[in-house]
């Protein structure tokens, strides 16, 4: 079967990322195009990772010049402009990275042109391919975990990361940029919640020059029927480390995630409480694109359609709306 021509805007560090998996799949995707804004970014790009690939400078360009049937988008969350909307119209299908806007109108207008157009979505939301979290999400599908009751996440890392992300009208924040991941898996696991209360706050890098965002926070995401989720994060724990992992209290389970592809869950509604251990190494960027591929392929639907990114952004953006508020926030 003929590899997709695949173009990648922005060329940034998750480009990098999805460009390897790109190369390692050879027969499925063929590398045509790069824009950045960025003449020598994209230009080292290019030499890096497909000589033979057109480049540009403006995004409009490279639709106007080069045919795409999939488009990766890896820009900041500020930096999107008209680029869904110009897939959309010229039947590209899109990965796009979280979040996928900064506002909830401009999330859901992506939805609404990429939905009517017909073009396959999948939001980066790579922890939803987890092999951990794969296996739970068939044991739950099974009747073999019961209904959750208590869901905790939490996201720590110490990094001052670029000089966009600290600023709060760029990135929209750290929960709305990057703890975005532990509120769109306890959406996946447990449905869609009904309120949020949150309390967010700037405690140890008052005197770094515009960091703006919060770096401490506390969630409660409360659902239908009293179910509720805790979120923490902070960006001021161990230097150089990136911890991700949450625990589920279910019914008649309760897991232990070291993170999407490691787990322990202890079935606690069988005599002596027997325990499941799920250790993996799978590269869960590249299950997404092959689920996107697959559906592509097949007319399937993606595991993370361009609806899921816009729920899950409402869902932080509520969260800070409260923090700002010091008041639940109904959704």
Not at 1 to 14: A, H, Q, S
Not at 301 to 326: F, H
């Given at each position: 079967?003929?590899?997709?021509?695949?173009?990648?805007?922005?060329?940034?560090?998750?480009?990098h990322?999805?460009?390897?998996?790109?190369?390692?799949l050879?027969?499925?995707?063929?590398?045509?195009?790069?824009?950045?804004?960025?003449?020598?970014?994209?230009r080292?790009?290019?030499?890096?990772?497909?000589?033979?690939?057109?480049?540009?400078?403006?995004?409009?360009?490279?639709?106007?010049?080069?045919?795409?049937?999939?488009?990766?988008?890896?820009?900041?969350?500020?930096?999107?402009?008209?680029?869904?909307?110009?897939?959309?119209e010229?039947?590209?299908?899109?990965?796009?990275?979280?979040?996928?806007?900064?506002?909830?109108?401009?999330?859901?207008?992506m939805?609404?042109?990429?939905?009517?157009?017909?073009?396959?979505?999948?939001?980066?939301?790579?922890?939803?391919?987890?092999?951990?979290?794969?296996?739970?999400?068939?044991m739950?599908?099974?009747?073999?975990?019961?209904?959750?009751?208590?869901?905790?996440?939490?996201?720590?890392?110490?990094?001052?990361?670029?000089?966009?992300?600290?600023?709060?009208?760029?990135?929209?924040?750290?929960?709305?940029?990057?703890?975005?991941?532990?509120?769109?898996?306890m959406?996946?696991?447990?449905?869609?919640?009904?309120?949020?209360y949150?309390?967010?706050?700037?405690?140890?890098?008052?005197?770094?020059?515009?960091?703006?965002?919060?770096?401490?926070?506390?969630?409660?995401?409360?659902?239908?029927?009293?179910?509720?989720?805790?979120?923490?994060?902070?960006?001021?724990?161990?230097?150089?480390?990136?911890?991700?992992?949450?625990?589920?209290?279910?019914?008649?389970?309760?897991?232990?995630?070291?993170?999407?592809?490691?787990?322990?869950?202890?079935?606690?509604?069988?005599?002596?409480?027997?325990?499941?251990?799920?250790?993996?190494?799978?590269?869960?960027r590249?299950?997404?694109?092959?689920?996107?591929?697959?559906?592509?392929?097949?007319?399937?639907?993606?595991?993370?359609?361009?609806?899921?990114?816009?729920?899950?952004?409402?869902?932080?953006?509520?969260?800070?709306?409260?923090?700002?508020?010091?008041?639940?926030?109904?959704?």
């Open positions: 079967m003929t590899p997709l021509r695949t173009g990648i805007l922005g060329c940034g560090g998750f480009a990322v999805h460009a390897q998996i790109a190369l390692d050879p027969d499925d995707v063929s590398l045509v195009a790069f824009s950045d804004r960025n003449d020598w970014k994209v080292d790009f290019q030499a890096k990772y497909a000589p033979e690939a057109a480049i540009f400078t403006d995004h409009h360009d490279m639709f106007e010049q080069t045919d795409l049937d999939l488009l990766i988008i890896a820009l900041p969350p500020y930096g999107h402009t008209d680029e869904v909307a110009l897939a959309a010229r039947g590209v299908h899109i990965l796009i990275e979280k979040p996928i806007a900064l506002a909830s109108d401009d999330a859901w207008r939805v609404e042109v990429t939905e009517r157009a017909g073009v396959k979505t999948q939001v980066g939301f790579m922890f939803r391919f987890g092999e951990a979290v794969e296996r739970f999400k068939a739950q599908a099974a009747g073999d975990t019961g209904a959750i009751g208590l869901m905790s996440a939490r996201y720590f890392c110490n990094a001052l990361h670029a000089p966009w992300w600290r600023m709060r009208e760029k990135s929209g924040g750290q929960v709305v940029e990057q703890v975005i991941h532990m509120f769109d898996l959406r996946y696991l447990m449905g869609d919640p009904v309120s949020v949150s309390r967010q706050t700037n405690l140890f890098h008052q005197d770094v020059p515009d960091y703006t965002i919060e770096d401490v926070s506390a969630t409660i995401v409360n659902f239908k029927h009293g179910e509720m989720g805790v979120v923490y994060a902070t960006n001021n724990a161990i230097p150089g480390k990136w911890i991700n992992d949450y625990r589920v209290v279910a019914q008649r389970l309760t897991a232990d995630f070291q993170n999407a592809n490691t787990a322990t869950f202890t079935q606690t509604d069988k005599p002596d409480n027997p325990v499941i251990t799920i250790e993996s190494s799978r590269n869960f590249q299950s997404q694109m092959l689920d996107l591929i697959s559906a592509i392929r097949t007319g399937g639907v993606t595991r993370t359609p361009m609806s899921e990114g816009a729920k899950s952004l409402d869902l932080v953006l509520a969260a800070r709306r409260s923090s700002e508020i010091r008041a639940e926030v109904a959704l």
